[in-house]
């Protein structure tokens, strides 16, 4: 009997651990290139990857976050400038769940009058937006409704842009499914969405759709819970243990 509550509160913990994943961890890549002649395929580029993590802290992860190395004819970097100078510039650059949350970008180019394309891949929840501010013309690019942005290199100094990530209330999420559709964004993180197919294909029946409606409910309580749960089964494997 005792096998089988501690079995069971393990498998609580598991699925609890994985839901939270698939809740609070999403992330964007975002690539910023420009012709080059240099370039084996013409094309030099630096990608970002940015987002948020459980694990992640408010400052620099050695096992999340990537230093930027600045070498070619475009430099793109996430930039943080209260951190230590040595880690002031990233490629990569993972924090905690809250919401809203901005990443300073910089992009730096060595030639004059080369277009700069900008593209990204979003791995999200359709409830988060995203949007992608060119701070020196004020543009503001709503990244899940468009695929790419360009603009040209005036000059060789810095631009700088705007990430920020804020989550829609407003959001319709019946229709929808669970990830951001623009932008070449795809479902994220192995996360189950559900979408009404009508009557016709539709296999939840009205009792499956209670209890599926209740589990959401619980879910909230559930994840409040989930380091009780794990302290309480492991500490059921120790007694067992010992009386072996």
């Avoid at 961890?25 to 013409?42: M, R």
């Avoid at 992860?61 to 100078?85: V, W």
């Avoid at 891949?121 to 060119?134: G, K, R, T």
Wanted: aromatic share 8%; net charge neutral; glycine share 6%.
């Amino acid at each position: 009997m005792k096998k089988i509550i501690v079995s069971i509160l393990l498998s609580i913990t598991i699925i609890l651990t994985g839901t939270i994943r698939c809740l609070a961890a999403w992330h964007v890549d975002i690539e910023f290139s420009t012709p080059s002649l240099n370039s084996d395929s013409g094309v030099a580029s630096n990608k970002l990857s940015l987002g948020t993590d459980l694990a992640a802290t408010s400052g620099y992860d050695n096992t999340l976050d990537t230093l930027a190395l600045l070498n070619g004819p475009i430099h793109a970097y996430i930039i943080h400038s209260e951190y230590n100078q040595d880690y002031q510039r990233l490629w990569r650059d993972f924090r905690n769940e809250s919401l809203p949350q901005e990443w300073e970008i910089e992009v730096a180019t060595s030639s004059v009058d080369q277009p700069v394309k900008v593209t990204w891949q979003i791995n999200a929840p359709q409830n988060l937006s995203f949007n992608l501010i060119n701070t020196e013309s004020n543009q503001d690019i709503v990244m899940s409704s468009v695929t790419e942005y360009s603009y040209s290199s005036t000059d060789t100094t810095t631009k700088r842009f705007l990430l920020k990530v804020s989550e829609n209330t407003n959001a319709d999420t019946n229709n929808q499914d669970s990830s951001v559709n623009g932008g070449g964004s795809s479902k994220g993180g192995g996360c189950g969405y559900i979408k009404s197919g009508g009557d016709k294909n539709n296999n939840i029946n009205g009792n499956g759709q209670v209890v599926l409606n209740m589990i959401i409910t619980m879910i909230p309580v559930l994840l409040s819970l989930q380091y009780r749960i794990k302290r309480h089964a492991y500490a059921a494997w120790k007694i067992l243990n010992n009386r072996r």
